[in-house]
């Protein structure tokens, strides 16, 4: 049997129905503060993504699908989005509409990364981004939709912010780190024992055990920030708190990618084992002058639907029917259909049995499909104007006006 290539999976209809939820309201949520959908190609010319995720990540260095194609372009499946719309912005020239320039998304992506809870090789993000303002309110205000989009689909997390510094400050900090980890050169695994010279950064956010442990005493970023960026990180705060919007520091919180200055968050959340980031994102001032573009500051987060749909509290999504209509005999069926056109068009779930077989039948189908009420049709009851209605939990039944069958369906919940 050919079976799906590993990493990749089919998505059924349980889980479609959950991420839709989820979809829409991240839809309404991002739209409400002024967002607006884009979609673009998830094939892109490998170039794109050497000179925004950087050449020394984990992400470009062994995690992505690249190939040449038969007209000899080196391209790549996207590995996340802000490349793409950062490409598309530039592209489009959408800096020159009024703005404005917000734009959020949702997608496959694709790693190359070892599959396990939560990590597959592709998943979806929904994500945003806002260009053209470098404020702290406009970050706090980011850091908000995050927060609230969260709230809103009632997912326990915490939300963790940090500074990377921008290219003034950085460039010190990198040389405190290098004297660090030069005297614990040992220690370290290969991968980062190469990270020290190229992107000593990249160190932080190692995953093996022996690199964590050193993380804890090494230098922290916040006690090397340029005067300019410790007071836009002061502001930051200030303005979450005003968005009463509870977070941590997490001054060792460096992300993947190399595009980010000055402001980066993580939502992190329990129940996701290792990979316990639901979202995540940050400033990125220098990203569309570096892929060609004006000098136009940046910033947006993404979030892993995948890990969204294994954070949400399943119970409360049950695709079961409302109803299950049992039509007793063809006499009955012209009013039968009548009676399940309205109540479907009306927005309940319903089924019926295409067989019209007898009573015994069709209860017993009625369960197995979970339906929640069996509504009980025959001649008789047709005459009185009436139905049978059916608990299909506990067993009790009465006899309602047919009239009354859509109020009495919408009171049970
Ligand atoms: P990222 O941290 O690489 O950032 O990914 C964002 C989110 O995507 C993660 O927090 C996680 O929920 C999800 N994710 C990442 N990799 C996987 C995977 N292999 N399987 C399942 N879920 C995954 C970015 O991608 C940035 N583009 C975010 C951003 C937007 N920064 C600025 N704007």
């Known amino acids: ?27 309404s949520i991002f739209e409400a503060n002024g967002f607006k959908e884009i979609t673009l190609p998830i094939l892109e ?31 790549s499946l996207r590995p996340e989005g802000t490349a793409s719309v950062v490409r598309a912005f530039i592209e489009n020239s959408l800096f020159n509409s009024a703005g404005p320039h917000k734009y959020y998304y949702y997608g496959p992506m694709f790693r190359r990364e070892r599959p396990q809870k939560g990590r597959l090789r592709q998943f979806y993000q929904i994500g945003l981004e806002f260009f053209s303002i470098d404020t702290p309110l406009a970050d706090a205000h980011i850091i908000f939709i995050l927060y609230s989009f969260l709230q809103s689909i009632n997912i326990d997390f915490t939300l963790e912010i940090n500074s990377v510094g921008c290219p003034l400050c950085r460039p010190e900090y990198e040389r405190a780190l290098k004297l660090y980890y030069k005297e614990k050169l040992n220690e370290l695994c290969n991968d980062c024992q190469s990270r020290l010279e190229k992107n000593p950064l990249r160190i932080l956010d190692c995953k093996k055990e022996s690199c964590g442990a050193l993380k804890k005493d090494a230098p922290k970023i916040i006690d090397y920030l340029c005067e300019e960026c410790k007071n836009f990180h002061i502001k930051v705060k200030q303005y979450l708190n005003y968005f009463n919007v509870p977070f941590v520091e997490n001054h060792l919180m460096v992300r993947g990618l190399d595009y980010y200055t000055k402001t980066v968050f993580e939502a992190i959340a329990g129940g996701l084992g290792a990979q316990n980031a639901v979202g995540a994102g940050g400033r990125y001032n220098n990203l569309v002058k570096e892929i060609g573009g004006k000098d136009i500051p940046g910033i947006g987060f993404a979030l892993g639907m995948e890990r ?106």
């Open 308 to 413: 969204l749909v294994l954070l949400l509290d399943k119970l409360k999504f049950e695709i079961r029917p409302d109803f299950y209509l049992i039509i007793l005999g063809e006499s009955s069926l012209k009013k039968g259909l009548e009676i399940f056109k309205n109540l479907v068009n009306s927005g309940l779930k319903g089924e019926f049995d295409y067989q019209i077989r007898g009573l015994k039948n069709q209860l017993k189908k009625a369960d197995k499909v979970g339906a929640k009420f069996a509504l009980i049709l025959g001649e008789e009851e047709i005459n009185k104007d009436e139905v049978i209605i059916r608990n299909m939990e506990n067993g009790e039944q009465k006899s309602i006006e047919i009239k009354n069958i859509e109020g009495v369906l919408n009171e049970a919940y």
């Open 45 to 75: 010319k490998t170039e794109l993504f050497l000179r925004s995720i950087g050449e020394a990540t984990d992400i470009v260095q062994k995690e992505m699908y690249t190939f040449e194609d038969k007209g000899g372009d080196m391209l």
């Open 1 to 27: 049997m050919i079976k799906a290539v590993k990493g990749f999976k089919d998505i059924l209809p349980e889980e479609n129905f959950l991420r839709s939820f989820i979809l829409s309201k991240a839809k």
